[in-house]
């Protein structure tokens, strides 16, 4: 697959994302989160990831966190970074950008990036 693939993957990504950002927004019996959702599909994805994080809403913590992951992956994308971990610098390996192409790891510091949230979870 070459990038021009997983740039195009991305972009529909992020649209489905804000999307369904929106559309929770908008189901929403909140006047102000009715309003706020009207306000944010006119926004660039930077701002609309700024706006919808001060919301603080859990029902929106999935499709922020793949959101934020999709937008660096296109910024990597603009850097020419794209497919190099943002931990070790290495290529990230084909598969896991097949299976994910917002993925920001490669396998080994993925797996060091898991244990080191896992310890860091058993300290609390």
């Known amino acids: 697959m070459e990038f021009r693939d997983y740039q195009l993957r991305l972009t529909q990504q992020l649209e489905q994302l804000k999307s ?9 019996e909140k006047t102000s ?3 706020t959702a009207d306000k944010l599909q006119s926004l660039t ?3 609309l990831i700024d706006q ?5 809403l859990s ?3 999935t499709q922020l966190k793949q959101l934020q992951r999709v937008d660096a992956a296109l910024c990597q994308i603009d850097l020419g970074l794209y497919g190099l971990c943002s931990d070790c610098e290495e ?4 598969g896991r950008l097949e299976n994910d192409p917002s993925t920001q790891r ?3 510091c993925s ?8 310890r860091e979870s058993f300290a609390l």
């Open 20 to 28: 369904e950002i929106i559309s929770i927004l908008t189901a929403s």
């Open 33 to 35: 989160l009715k309003l």
């Open 45 to 47: 994805n930077e701002e």
């Open 52 to 56: 919808a994080l001060k919301l603080q």
């Open 59 to 61: 029902e929106l913590t």
């Open 91 to 94: 290529e990230i390996e084909i």
């Open 106 to 108: 490669c396998q080994r």
């Open 111 to 118: 797996d060091k990036h898991r244990m080191f949230k896992r």
